[in-house]
């Protein structure tokens, strides 16, 4: 259970650089780094076989993930997430069979934790002993937890409307939290002004090369708990857009490692209305998303007017035969309420906007009935009850008859 990293790639220019130094993005052209490994030593370990006997975490994969010393493999049981059928939505939206991976039970609740795990046991073995980053929440937590865990401190730079339950966190793991009178990319430019002065090493979204081999396994275990294939399409809500990246990356490991063959699913970027930078670019058949002005919506984890891994989710989009589509908000919170009334997940925002988006394509004909379906539920709604309302009867203990008081819905 070796990893065979062998080098960094940019995916942009083609320029490689030794894996064995901290970086962030490419110095020639700024863009995204890629870890490459060995694959035909890979495929001689990570035998279906072998998998069997492993435990179900990020590091089952350590052939091809980037942590070369097993004692930086630090894990908090992240991954190895159950893939549930969906069978009233399914029913509901007119799919023979309608999946979703379940990442609410990753620590901190979302499934930042694997992105998050990857890339801080990576920076940790390279050195590092402060990581930073900026965050709608999800990440700050998972990226604070795991810097905790490895004994490094951890910044985070948060907009001052981030969940409140987010904010508590990142303070008991022991981090530094600063608030901003911004958006996320607004963090991201403090971050790395600090980063300059400082010396922080920054975590930001695919700007440094290892937390989308954290989000890849999501297609590794995928592949694996469908009996190594791949479903039709898979709906994903996107903000920096990790997890599309890193599956897309993990799916062609996969082949070339005779995991899997050439079939890909249909990879469908799923945005906020008022937040759809990715949406407008596909739409107007650009590489490159332009920036979103005056971002909003009431899903944080999509309140991303700018993302440096642009080209490559819409790459993927393309190439896999996919689509982009934007929710809005009120669509949003009706599918976390379907969602939860439905199937019993209560689930946060972004994950509403991939339950309607689910609706929407079958209902415009973009997906059939008989396309198995992947939609992603990536994180808890226990951090978003702000946005929960209820009216709720209060009785006196002695109530006679509490049915009284019980409203039709």
């Not at 994180?379 to 209060?394: A, C, K, R």
Request: charged share 25%; net charge negative.
């Amino acid at each position: 259970m070796k990893s065979q990293i062998t080098h960094l790639e940019c995916t942009y220019c083609g320029e490689t650089y030794d894996h064995r130094q901290l970086m962030t993005t490419c110095p020639a052209c700024g863009k995204v780094l890629y870890a490459r490994y060995d694959l035909q030593a890979a495929k001689a370990t990570m035998t279906k076989e072998a998998l069997k006997d492993r435990p179900w975490n990020l590091w089952r994969y350590s052939e091809i993930m980037p942590v070369e010393d097993p004692a930086h493999a630090v894990t908090l049981g992240e991954g190895g997430t159950p893939l549930h059928e969906a069978p009233k939505l399914g029913a509901d939206f007119g799919y023979d069979r309608l999946l979703i991976k379940d990442e609410a039970l990753n620590p901190t609740g979302s499934f930042k934790a694997r992105g998050l795990g990857a890339a801080v046991a990576r920076a940790s073995e390279l050195g590092a002993k402060t990581v930073a980053m900026p965050s709608a929440g999800n990440a700050a937590a998972a990226m604070t937890a795991y810097a905790a865990r490895m004994d490094i401190q951890g910044i985070v730079a948060m907009p001052v409307d981030a969940p409140e339950v987010m904010k508590a966190e990142c303070h008991m793991y022991g981090a530094h939290v600063l608030l901003v009178k911004g958006l996320i990319n607004d963090c991201g430019a403090l971050i790395r002004r600090g980063a300059d002065i400082h010396g922080w090493f920054d975590c930001s979204t695919l700007k440094e090369p290892y937390r989308q081999e954290g989000k890849k396994t999501m297609g590794l275990e995928i592949a694996e708990q469908l009996g190594w294939r791949m479903p039709d399409a898979m709906i994903y809500p996107t903000g920096g857009g990790t997890g599309i990246v890193g599956m897309w990356k993990a799916f062609d490991e996969l082949e070339q490692m005779g995991l899997i063959g050439s079939k890909r699913p249909k990879m469908i970027s799923v945005q906020a209305e008022n937040c759809a930078p990715i949406v407008r670019a596909f739409e107007k058949g650009e590489r490159h998303a332009e920036l979103w002005e005056g971002a909003s919506t009431v899903a944080p984890g999509m309140r991303v007017p700018v993302a440096i891994g642009d080209y490559l989710i819409l790459d993927a989009i393309r190439e896999s035969g996919g689509t982009a589509i934007a929710i809005s908000d009120d669509e949003i919170l009706q599918g976390v309420d379907m969602l939860a009334k439905r199937e019993g997940f209560f689930a946060s925002p972004e994950v509403g906007s991939v339950v309607i988006a689910a609706k929407k394509l079958r209902e415009s004909g973009f997906l059939k009935a008989d396309d198995e379906t992947v939609i992603f539920s990536c994180g808890s709604g226990l951090m978003h009850t702000d946005l929960v309302h209820g009216d709720f009867p209060v009785l006196e203990k002695d109530a006679p008859d509490p049915g009284e008081y019980i409203r039709s819905a």
